[in-house]
């Protein structure tokens, strides 16, 4: 079983930045792959980010992202901490919406509860 805590979410101007964490309660968290999507009012949950695990050297850490966050998102991840970023600059209203993390594994996918990103004018 693994448990995802997503924080970092919040209230910001638009233009503004945010980075969201995402805490995995796993010690298998090296070879998970993970990833961010995110779900505005009224829509799909959508994919943001994705990062690969570090099963590895070739493959860790290689990263896709929508076409709405490439040029203003980042995704990272810290093995030593099992938790996975995402930095996110230049916000526009249409980033709003709540923010999940999501871990792949052999035995499943799993999500996180969501961080609330709400973005203002």
């Known amino acids: 079983q693994v448990q995802l805590v997503e924080s970092g979410g919040g209230l910001v101007q638009a233009g503004g930045s945010l980075r969201l964490s995402c805490a995995a309660s796993?010690?298998?968290?090296?070879?998970?792959?993970m990833g961010w999507y995110r779900q505005a009012p009224g829509k799909e949950r959508e994919l943001v980010a994705t990062?690969?695990?570090?099963?590895?050297?070739?493959?860790?850490?290689?990263?896709n992202y929508a076409d709405f966050a490439k040029g203003r998102f980042t995704i990272s991840r810290d093995n030593a901490k099992n938790t996975v970023y995402l930095q996110m600059h230049t916000l526009v209203l249409e980033d709003t919406g709540v923010y999940y993390c999501?871990?792949?594994?052999?035995?499943?996918?799993?999500w996180g509860q969501g961080t609330q990103v709400t973005v203002s004018s």
């Open positions: 999501k871990a792949t594994t052999l035995g499943g996918d799993y």
């Open positions: 990062i690969t695990s570090g099963v590895t050297v070739t493959s860790e850490g290689r990263t």
């Open positions: 796993s010690t298998i968290f090296r070879i998970m792959n």
